[in-house]
């Protein structure tokens, strides 16, 4: 399996033209650059968010030339300190263009989710994430097996069906208790 990394990942969206899609499923992840903003997060001090700055400009370049890039958060309520913490970065993302939206697990019954988080890009281009044990980021697989990708096309029509935006999940009774 080879993995997609650095700028050949970047260059996924670089090279998008009409839509990218991610599904993230897991209450927390472990990639090394977001290790010292997130301890920030739980001790309350403040985050020029620089370490997020490259993302937001790819995101900022994709959605200007016309991409539209989506993503829905499957998280478990009550909310890990991560989905907290990604609640409170989500507006970044947001301003930089992307349309962003959270599901509650319990209201992802009868979904028939695949093993990884993905990216759908342009409706018929597949990238699974891949984590190590750790939870550390590795890298994108592209997958070409069409029965995976029509499944990842369902999947993401169903949740996106019921994913709630992001202003309205934070203002609503549904994140529960924190």
Known sequence: ???LQG???TNLFRTCQRSAFHLEMQDEYHT???AEPFRRFLAGEDDDYAWHQPWLDLVSEVTTSGVIMTRARIVTVPHTDYVRWSLAVAPKNIAAGEDLRWLPRHLAEGIGFPENDYWLLNDDRLVLTVFAEDGRFLGGTE???H??????RTVRNQVWARAIPHDEY???STMGSN
Do not use: K, Y
């Open 170 to 172: 934070v203002s609503s």
């Open 147 to 152: 029965a995976l990708i029509e499944q990842c």
């Open 143 to 145: 997958m070409t097996d």
């Open 7 to 9: 700028e050949a990942f």
């Open 32 to 34: 090394p650059e977001e």
């Open 1 to 3: 399996m080879e993995l």
